[in-house]
């Protein structure tokens, strides 16, 4: 049984990971401050005997008893969420990192960096290996989010090489499932919020451009399997599904899908939005065996059944609450 820290354990990505390593037999410790993540993400997790959370923001040091890994996970992730406080989104990225491989350092612990595909920016290499440098703005809406993940990974590479730290580095590519936030703002989750709703689908530009969306099932097994390479082997490596769509295709297989009568509009495309994204997943194969098993129809299907519980849920509640 292995002690494993999960910073950002009750975000999206994170609750999934608490789950499957506990399910492992492992002791878990969550780190969280909810700025981004929910108790109810966690809920089911609280009694597990194994499970503890420790409530703390990770821009300030944090001292705890040894443990053997650590994947850094925490950090808002949606563009909505990342631009509402951006100084403190390059704190979280940096001093969050440096805090995280203090610990590392000091127990010996192996350590997985959460990095990201905008590593890449609005690239001009298609699709992206992991030798591409990227084309990345420094001083746009998204900069907050890239150059902190950017400087991360940097942090990371130079505790590696200057103290020995043992890590690991993804880059995770757009993914999506259950556990997601209503509003997080990101495009899967709104549009299926919008189709069950049949509301107006907000399609940002034209719709042309790309994304290429992984289910969490696959990115999970891809963060295990990327801890237990062998030492030598830090990354970056890509984490993504290689199918990509344009987000008008996205909204057309969602309307399809869930059945609605949904309309498309067309609203204005944020500034530095991407053009094209996905992942090549060649080193991934190579090096972890791992490739994405679950098809963007059958993600998409779980995903909307996921959405459809919780809206008839809030439904009922809605028409309990004015009653109590
Ligand atoms: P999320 O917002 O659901 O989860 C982030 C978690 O980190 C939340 O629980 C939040 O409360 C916590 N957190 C934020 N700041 C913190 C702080 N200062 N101290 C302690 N906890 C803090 O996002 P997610 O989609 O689960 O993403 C998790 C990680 O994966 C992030 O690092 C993100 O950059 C990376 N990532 C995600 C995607 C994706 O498509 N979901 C893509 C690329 C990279
Ligand atoms: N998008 C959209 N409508 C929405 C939300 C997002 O058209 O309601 C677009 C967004 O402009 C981007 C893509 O969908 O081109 C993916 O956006 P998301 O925020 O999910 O992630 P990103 O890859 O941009 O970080």
Redesign the pocket.
């Known amino acids: 049984m292995k002690r494993i820290l999960v ?9 999934h990971l608490c789950e499957r390593l506990l399910r492992e037999g492992n002791s878990v410790i969550c ?8 108790k109810e ?1 966690i809920s089911h997790l609280m009694e597990h005997k194994l499970f503890d959370l420790i409530e ?4 300030y040091p944090y001292h705890i008893e040894p443990v053997d890994e650590i994947y ?7 563009p909505v ?2 631009q509402h406080d951006p100084i ?1 989104t390059m ?3 940096v001093m ?1 990192s440096y805090n995280v491989l203090g610990m590392a350092k000091r127990h010996g612990s192996r350590i997985l ?6 590593i890449y920016g609005d690239p001009l290499v298609h699709p992206q290996p992991e030798q591409y440098w990227g084309n990345v703005n420094t001083v746009g809406p998204r900069s907050c ?1 890239d150059e902190g ?1 950017r400087c991360a990974e940097t942090l990371f590479m130079d505790y590696h090489r200057q103290e020995k730290v043992r890590i690991k580095i993804v ?6 499932g259950p ?3 209503p509003d ?1 703002g ?1 495009v899967i989750s709104n549009f299926i919020l919008q189709a069950l709703q049949n509301q107006d689908i907000t399609i940002y530009g034209d719709g042309s451009q790309t994304r290429s969306f ?1 289910y969490i099932d696959d ?1 999970i097994e891809g963060l295990l399997k990327m801890m237990q390479t062998d030492e030598g082997f830090t990354g970056p490596v890509n984490i993504g599904n290689p199918r990509e769509f344009t987000i008008r295709e996205l909204a057309e297989r969602i309307i399809t899908l869930s059945g609605a009568s949904s309309k498309l509009v067309y609203m204005p495309l944020p500034v530095d939005d991407p053009k094209q994204r996905r992942p090549d997943i060649t080193l991934a194969r190579e090096m972890l065996d791992w490739e994405p098993a679950i098809r963007l129809d059958e993600g998409l299907t779980r995903m909307i059944s996921f959405f459809r519980k919780k809206l008839k849920k809030e439904t009922i509640e809605a028409n309990v609450n004015p009653l109590s």
Do not use: V, W
């Open positions: 910073t950002g354990g009750a975000g999206f990505i994170g609750s780190l969280d401050n909810f700025l981004t993540g929910r993400n703390h923001d990770i821009i850094h996970l925490a950090c808002p992730a949606s969420h990342y403190k704190k979280i990225s969050g960096l959460a990095s990201t595909s905008e989010y993940k880059r995770i590519f757009n993914t999506y556990g997601m936030l997080d990101r992984q990115l």
